[in-house]
């Protein structure tokens, strides 16, 4: 069950998040109705647990995680995923057309796992014991690090820096707050899964497929 359903798409407000929430854990009911709990993988958010508590951006998926709160249910918390499609796709795709830039100084780490991994991670989740797992790539890169190596890929040109504040009025606030945040995926290692894949050699062939 992926908590995160149906895809936020800014801008995205506080408004949008609690509609979200309550759609999320409608879904997580319907599922928890229908299946047992020891079968059931959910794929939630990093951004649930984090130095300064949950980001907004995370509510729907806490939202879905409570259904199946002392159930024998698998969670898997993953962070901003890069593949063919998805959110990164989107920024990539911004930077080429010079409509994005980097939200405040940029100093900010944003942890990343491979669409690859993200689906070996759930399919490994499924023979584990139940309990909230979170699965992250290591040595991840700050905002500005990430905007720069995608540019230099394709051989577009650097972004400057907008201020948080215009940001939000394209975005919405809660997007931008989960781009400020300096992300740590908290959550126990999923058991015998380890990473294979690495934001500094796929990201550029993930983003042109």
């Given at each position: 069950?992926?908590?995160?359903?149906?895809?936020?798409?800014?801008?995205?407000?506080?408004?949008?998040?609690?509609?979200?929430?309550?759609e999320a854990e409608a879904g997580a009911r319907a599922v928890a109705s229908a299946a047992s709990p020891d079968a059931t993988v959910v794929l939630a958010s990093c951004a649930i647990a984090g130095p300064r508590g949950p980001l907004a951006i995370a509510a729907p998926a806490r939202a879905a995680e409570g259904v199946f709160a002392g159930a024998d249910a698998r969670v898997v918390r993953?962070?901003?995923?890069?593949?063919?499609?998805?959110?990164?796709?989107d920024?990539?795709?911004g930077l080429s057309l010079q409509r994005i830039r980097v939200v405040g100084p940029g100093t900010n780490r944003i942890q990343l796992i491979g669409a690859?991994?993200?689906?070996?991670?759930?399919?490994?989740?499924?023979?584990?014991?139940?309990?909230a797992y979170a699965v992250a790539e290591e040595?991840?890169?700050?905002?500005?690090?990430?905007?720069?190596h995608i540019c230099a890929s394709r051989r577009a040109p650097r972004p400057d820096h907008l201020p948080p504040r215009m940001a939000s009025l394209s975005m919405g606030g809660v997007v931008v707050e989960a781009l400020l945040a300096d992300q740590r995926a908290e959550g126990a290692p999923l058991p015998g899964f380890h990473v294979r894949q690495s934001w500094r050699e796929d990201l550029l062939e993930t983003l042109t497929a």
């Open positions: 069950f992926h908590a995160g359903q149906p895809r936020m798409v800014p801008p995205l407000r506080r408004r949008h998040i609690r509609r979200l929430s309550s993953l962070p901003w995923a890069y593949g063919s499609s998805g959110f990164i796709k920024v990539a795709r690859r991994d993200a689906a070996m991670a759930l399919i490994a989740a499924a023979t584990a014991p139940p309990g040595g991840a890169p700050t905002q500005v690090e990430l905007v720069h």
